[in-house]
Nanobody
Framework: QLQLVETGGGLVQPGGSLRLSCVGS???????????VGWFRQVPGADSEGISC????????GYAEFVKGRFAISRDNAAKTVYLQMNTLKPEDTAKYFC????????????????????WGQGTQVTVSS
């Protein structure tokens, strides 16, 4: 079974940057690059928010308005890794960030909704504070 593991979170000051990684591993590791992957975030007591999605071939479906111009999604299929580069971070970006695998190699039409993905990782905490 494929597993998704997110790393790269931490504490950063407002205006700072972080790069999150989502690595596919496990028995089905070789298939990790077959699928589209989305990034989401969630704060306690609230629904998850879709940030972006990237297809197996590297096509990007779009970005949520609240991260446009600041975040960038990318992937390295050889490394079985999808990245989320986060720049100009704001306190309101504080959340647990996690990646999710789509059913196919293309991003679902409703890529902003976690229900449209097959599985997701445990997440990595990002805290933006001075």
């Amino acid at each position: 079974q494929l597993q998704l593991v997110e790393t790269g979170g931490g504490l950063v000051q407002p205006g700072g940057s972080l790069r999150l990684s989502c690595v596919g591993s496990g028995f089905a590791e070789a298939t990790a690059d077959y699928y589209a992957v989305g990034w989401f975030r969630q704060v306690p007591g609230a629904d998850s928010e879709g940030i972006s999605c990237i297809s197996s071939g590297g096509d990007i479906s779009g970005y949520a308005e609240f991260v446009k111009g600041r975040f960038a999604i990318s992937r390295d299929n050889a490394a079985k890794t999808v990245y989320l580069q986060m720049n100009t971070l704001k306190p309101e970006d504080t959340a647990k960030y996690f990646c999710a695998r789509a059913t196919y190699g293309f991003c679902p039409t409703g890529w902003t909704k976690l229900d449209n993905f097959e599985q997701w990782g445990q997440g990595t905490q990002v805290t933006v504070s001075s």
